[in-house]
């Protein structure tokens, strides 16, 4: 390659006078002996050749003119065209330099300007617009060469293109930029730490997230610690520690840094070591801080609502749950699960859990508020609810909540209370009861009794168990009211109350729907007798006097009975069939019951109630009479009288059937009339035929004889056919006795003052019990059938049958077996001195005709 010699006229020459004048100073310097000046000339051509080689630019000026010595050929094609030959400073203008902004260089901002003044000029950048245009970037730098003494001689400066290292550096830029702008926010910067030199690099809007500008930001890990509180400090060097000795996947740690105006900022700091050297030694780690001040201001309002919820639950027995809305994560305290009966181990934290112990009645409700607060977390949260307790019950819960935010104001958590408020709630149910009960008799008003009456019935569903509903109103109540005014009626009607109270069992239900009229629902019962004899009691104690002051007033009550399931499947229909009844009752002359019936629709008249109730008068019916014997002379003694309706007739239905259904149907009384009156009527032919008076016992349901007319009845019923009271007696079963004895033993008395004897029927049946029979004025017990059939084996009822024969006779009353029907216990009942048996043994029932005849062949001997 040849070498470029400068022209005088165009660019600095590169001859060897030229090289002799920039290597000496002609003035300072002799000339050169000649042999030496072969040598120079050898080094001098060497030198140029490196000069011209170098792959920087480099330009020699003159000193002090700043004139160009010399430039090589790197700095030719850098620039574009030679360099001009400059005579001083000003020379250098022109050259196409720019600063950054586009303003060009001042000749004497050229840096070989400014070396040519003294002055040592680091590398510095500059643009440089080429003659083609094109614009370059160069790292310029310059220095001025001294001789012996220090006196500046020359100027050198050197040039390199940086234009690609510049762009390659923009392009970089930009993607931080951008990345920066990915990141969306100030809240993160990226980081990136050299080991082991310990060089820091952020990226990313350190103002806004530190506040600190770049030039003050630490550029190494000391720096960094410098700026983290002292108490987190050593959290961070830890983690980074932990991360570089493989200890720890990551780094994840969270600290606060300080920031110019001495606050104090949190961050989360993750990164990841990136490079390693060939022994696998960490070469740079890198990653991310993120500003979570937010978030940890958040959590520490959060610690302390904590801290005053902890201090309720400790006083309140609260249990506390909280439901992540973003995550979905779920935590109960231990209390809470205590609530529903589970240790903490045993009920995980799940949402589900809680779900599925929703009450199915509630769920829908809690669930519709639960997401209608999250969707909208306006005012207090606030619900109760019931929750399956582990046992199978349900508890009541109060809930109350607070819906924390983020702070863009999106729902966060959700944290409450959980307070168990079932005792609470049983109060305020009594609470409610009492405000739900009539305030003059203190009974259930009608609200109540239609919504208790409403669980009756889904009760008596499941157990599948009759009940009855009764429609009572008051009689004449009206001119009670109307003669005395309405405190002498208020007082009549809070008796009644308590007669109604006293007169049924406490699972049943007592209510007063308003006026005159209550409502009582009859449980528990086997059949519709018990209901029959419910209101024949009823009826009985609400006809008795009553004692207002001086005032004797009397009521009786019509009461209307409806049937479940028999009469309505449903509360309202029940009670409207009762009412139907009920004005039935009414029309049948007040002071009576009727049970629902559905004849007056288009049902079939029942062939009992065309014969009985109809024109025909009784005389499908039949009584036959049953001998009784005494067990020491074996002499007839008496003569049980019994309900026959032949099949013949039309009936074929048992004494026992026949009795419920009039029982049911309301003719009882008028059936026991008949029967009274058709025995003394037996009587009476009897003994006109020639036989002697024979004793007759006639039976008394248990409703006959709580109806308060049965003495009355009687009484006339014996004086219009004239018999002797003596030959009469009457047989009370001991279900008759059931509830007040008092009253049973006022009845007994009524009827014993007609001169009637009273026989205790069906003893040792499970109703009566020994005790009470010495209370009650009863001249003969029967022992019951199913006691004496199953002697003489069966223990029990030896047992029992001997007992009652004993306390029986200790007491003066007459013992009498019924349904003998062998010789062995005829023979075991003798052996006890048993007074009287009757059974098929001895005799069958048989009609009046039938008996005359067997007691002239059997009954004297
Ligand atoms: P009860 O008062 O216990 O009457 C006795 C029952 O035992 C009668 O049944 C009679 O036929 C039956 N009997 C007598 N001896 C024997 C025997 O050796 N073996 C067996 N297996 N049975 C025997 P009946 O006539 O069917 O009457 C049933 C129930 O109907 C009576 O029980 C009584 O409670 C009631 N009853 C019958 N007639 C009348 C009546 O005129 N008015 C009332 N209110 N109830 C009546
Ligand atoms: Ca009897
Ligand atoms: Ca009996």
């Not at 027995?317 to 045993?346: A, C």
């Not at 019936?597 to 049902?603: G, I, Q, R, V």
């Not at 014969?611 to 049980?640: C, M, V, Y």
Request: net charge negative; charged share 25%.
């Amino acid at each position: 390659m040849p070498l470029l010699f400068f022209n005088d006229e165009t660019k600095p020459t590169l001859s060897f006078r030229g090289l002799l004048r920039i290597a000496t100073d002609k003035n300072k310097h002799p000339i050169m002996p000649e042999d030496t000046v072969g040598e120079i000339q050898l080094k001098f051509s060497e030198l140029t050749g490196i000069l011209e080689q170098m792959p920087a630019g480099v330009a020699i000026a003159e000193v002090p003119s700043g004139k160009l010595l010399f430039h090589n050929r790197e700095a030719v094609l850098l620039l574009g065209h030679p360099m001009r030959p400059s005579d001083d400073t000003a020379g250098y203008v022109g050259y196409g330099a720019e600063h950054a902004d586009g303003r060009p260089y001042l000749s004497r901002e050229y840096p070989i300007a400014r070396a040519v003044r003294g002055e040592v000029v680091p590398p510095e950048e500059m643009c440089y617009r080429r003659g083609d245009g094109a614009l370059i970037c160069l790292l310029v730098n310059a220095a001025p060469i001294r001789d012996r003494e220090g006196n500046i001689v020359k100027a050198v400066s050197t040039f390199f293109d940086i234009s690609e290292q510049k762009q390659v550096q923009q392009a970089l830029a930009q993607t931080q930029e951008r990345l920066i702008d990915a990141l969306g926010c100030g809240d993160l910067i990226l980081w990136s730490l050299d080991l082991p030199e310990s060089r820091l690099q952020l990226i990313g809007e350190t103002a806004s997230l530190l506040g600190h500008g770049h030039d003050a930001l630490p550029h190494d890990l000391d720096g960094w610690l410098a700026l983290i509180h002292p108490d987190d400090r050593a959290a961070f060097s830890g983690a980074l520690a932990r991360h570089l000795a493989g200890q720890a996947s990551d780094i994840d740690v969270e600290y606060r840094v300080r920031r110019p105006n001495n606050t104090w900022k949190w961050l989360l700091t993750r990164g990841r070591a990136r490079h390693f050297d060939s022994a696998g030694k960490v070469l740079n780690v890198a990653g991310s801080h993120l500003d979570i001040s937010a978030r940890k201001k958040i959590a520490s309002r959060l610690n302390e609502a904590e801290a005053r919820l902890a201090l309720a639950v400790s006083i309140a027995e609260l249990g506390m749950w909280e439901w992540n809305i973003q995550t979905g994560e779920v935590y109960f305290s231990p209390q809470w699960k205590r609530h529903l009966g589970y240790q903490d181990h045993e009920l995980p934290n799940r949402f589900d859990e809680w779900e599925s112990r929703l009450h199915p009645a509630d769920r829908e409700r809690v669930l519709a508020y639960l997401y209608g607060y999250v969707r909208q977390p306006v005012g207090d949260y606030h619900i109760e609810f019931r929750v399956r307790h582990r046992d199978g019950s349900y508890r009541w819960i109060e809930v109350r909540a607070q819906m924390l935010m983020d702070d863009k104001g999106q729902p966060l958590r959700l944290t409450g209370t959980h307070l168990d408020i079932s005792e609470h709630k049983d109060r305020e149910e009594q609470v409610r009861m009492v405000v739900q009960h009539d305030p003059l008799t203190g009974l259930p008003n009608r609200a109540l009794v239609l919504e208790l009456a409403e669980r009756w019935l889904s009760a008596a569903r499941r157990s599948g168990k009759l009940f009855a509903v009764m429609f009572i109103d008051l009689d004449e109540f009206k001119p009670i009211n109307d003669t005395y005014g309405h405190h002498i009626g208020d007082e009549v009607l809070k008796e009644v109350a308590l007669r109604l109270r006293a007169s049924f069992r406490s699972h049943d239900l007592i209510g007063r729907l308003g006026g005159d009229e209550f409502l009582v629902i009859v449980t528990q019962l086997e059949n519709a007798l018990g209901a029959a004899h419910a209101a024949a009691h009823l009826l009985q104690q609400v006809a008795m006097p009553y004692r207002i002051g001086d005032l004797t007033l009397r009521t009786t009550p019509s009461i209307g009975i409806s049937l479940f399931p028999e009469h309505g499947d449903d509360i309202d229909t029940l009670i409207r069939h009762a009412d139907s009844a009920m004005y039935e009752a009414k029309q049948g002359g007040k002071g009576n019951y009727r049970f629902f019936s559905t004849t007056h629709d288009d049902a079939p008249v029942s062939p009992l109630e065309s014969n009985l109730r109809g024109g025909h008068g009784w005389k499908s019916l039949q009584l036959h009479f049953q001998p009784i014997i005494d067990l020491g002379t074996h002499r007839l003694i008496a003569a049980e009288a019994l309900l026959r309706w032949p099949a013949a007739q039309g009936g074929g239905m048992s004494a026992d059937a026949l009795v419920a259904l009039a029982e049911q149907q309301g003719f009882i009384m008028e059936l026991g009339k008949w029967v009274l009156q058709q025995a003394c009527a037996q009587h009476q032919l009897w003994l006109r035929q020639g036989l002697p008076a024979v004793p007759l016992g006639v039976n008394l349901s248990a409703m006959q004889f709580r109806d308060a007319d049965l003495p009355r009845a009687i009484a006339a019923g014996i004086s219009e056919s004239q018999v002797d009271p003596c030959f009469l007696s009457v047989e009370v079963s001991d279900r008759a006795f059931t509830g007040d004895l008092r009253y049973a033993r006022t009845a007994l008395e009524r009827l014993k003052a007609i001169g009637i004897a009273i026989t205790l029927d069906d003893f040792g049946a499970g109703y009566a019990n020994l005790e009470q029979l010495s209370r009650l004025p009863i001249d003969r017990v029967k022992i019951d059938r199913s006691l004496i059939t199953a002697l003489p084996e069966d223990k029990t009822s030896i047992a029992v049958t001997e007992a009652a024969l004993s306390f029986g006779h200790s007491l003066g009353i007459e013992m009498v077996a019924e349904g003998l029907e062998s010789q062995q216990v005829l023979e075991f009942l003798q052996r006890r001195h048993c007074d009287r048996a009757q059974g098929y043994y001895l005799a069958r029932p048989m009609p009046g005709a039938e008996f005359a005849e067997w007691y002239r062949h059997a009954g004297l001997h």
